[in-house]
């Protein structure tokens, strides 16, 4: 079965007493039993939800995965991957990553004695040479927020696997329409599905995919004992989000190339980071490990300065200064102080973000009208 395909029929068939083409939104927090632990499958809601599982199922489809689990949002699925490791364990992850897991990692997780090695991933030297004995995972987050780099998924996999390491990726940036790290060799894919996945803004909510059994289980240990459970619209809204991710990555993309190449030609635009352009560090690699590039982009302006990009980031009119990314709509933040503002100023500027950063979002309207709402804000 072909990606198109697998978004709308993977791991789903119509609801047993009605025939309902789409599962319905089961919203009870509890089911009957016909004896103390006899039931069809499902015993409390924070544990079990059919359409919760129908979910689950439609995401491991895409990624190719055995299973998926499902949380109430990314950070969420984040944290529970988080908990499979004990005090004294080492993490290596990159650099340059989203500011919520970077805070995560530092302001939750190091004071129980997990320890974190950020390096740039675009060179696995600085992998190998910071593994060590109590290596117990190594994050990867391609391509990277926001400064679009990208990352070896199967080079870093082998690694790995020659140490006895777990590897996951954050795929929120790429979706499983244009990325599928399993298939390059990771044992954990992630998601937040508040982005891509739902695609339309109007829900919260994550992912994690495994073929990796032991991984399942942890994860699932914890969606009962912690309980960071999406609820069953949540659920629901993500599925119909996903049954359109095909059609919807691909115009963004498509709209995305035509901007990229547009801004490298604006006299007053610096440097334009985008995974599509010949000139991108990571361009044949992007090439070779993704369907096509994404819908990301990052720039800077020649005034390369804090006041410079605000002033353009508060006059666009078809593209809204807001958080978030993946939905239909086009979305232009500053990363320093919205999405990255928990990771330090100086530990941002070591990684080459700067103050002055600016991050778009790529939506599916016109592409005429996206030009022209830059230009004028330019």
């Known amino acids: 079965m072909k990606f198109n395909t697998k978004a709308i029929h993977a791991g789903q068939k119509t609801e047993e007493t009605s025939g309902a083409v789409m599962p319905p939104i089961f919203q009870t927090s509890t089911y009957a039993q016909e004896a103390p632990n006899i039931h069809k499958g499902y015993d409390y809601a924070r544990v079990g939800n059919p359409t919760r599982t129908a979910l689950e199922k439609l995401i491991a489809g895409l990624e190719d995965a055995d299973e998926a689990v499902c949380f109430a949002s990314g950070v969420a699925a984040m944290d529970a991957i988080m908990k499979m490791f004990r005090p004294g364990d080492h993490i290596i992850t990159t650099n340059d990553l989203y500011g919520g897991s970077y805070r995560l990692f530092t302001k939750v997780f190091e004071p129980y004695g997990i320890s974190f090695t950020f390096v740039d991933m675009t060179d696995i030297e600085n992998i190998r040479e910071n593994i060590t004995d109590n290596t117990k995972l190594i994050w990867i987050e391609t391509p990277t927020n926001p400064l679009l780099r990208v990352v070896d998924i199967r080079e870093i996999s082998e690694l790995a696997k020659e140490k006895g390491i777990l590897t996951a990726v954050d795929n929120t940036f790429a979706s499983p329409y244009l990325q599928q790290p399993l298939n390059l060799g990771a044992d954990i894919t992630m998601h937040s599905t508040t982005k891509y996945l739902g695609g339309h ?58 901007l990229a190449d547009w801004l490298t ?39 390369d300065s804090i006041e410079a990009a605000t002033k353009l980031m508060s006059k666009t009119k078809v593209f809204t200064l807001a958080e978030s990314l993946g939905g239909v709509e086009s979305l232009i933040s500053h990363p320093a102080s919205m999405t990255h503002g928990s990771i330090p100023k100086e530990v941002r500027e070591k990684t080459g973000l700067f103050d002055s950063l600016i991050r778009l979002s790529v939506g599916i309207e016109d592409i005429d009208d996206l030009i022209s709402d830059i230009k004028q804000a330019l």
């Open 201 to 258: 803004s109007d829900v919260i909510g994550g992912a994690v995919a495994s073929s990796n059994k032991d991984v399942i289980e942890k994860l699932r240990f914890q969606i009962k004992t912690s309980g960071a459970v999406p609820g069953p619209m949540d659920c629901y809204l993500t599925l119909r989000g996903i049954k359109t991710l095909a059609v919807r990555v691909e115009r963004s993309v498509e709209n995305a190339k035509k």
């Open 265 to 303: 030609n604006q006299p007053e635009v610096g440097k334009v980071y985008y995974p599509g352009l010949s000139s991108h560090p990571q361009h044949q690699l992007a090439k070779e490990q993704m369907k096509d590039f994404g819908a990301m982009i990052s720039f800077s302006l020649k005034n």
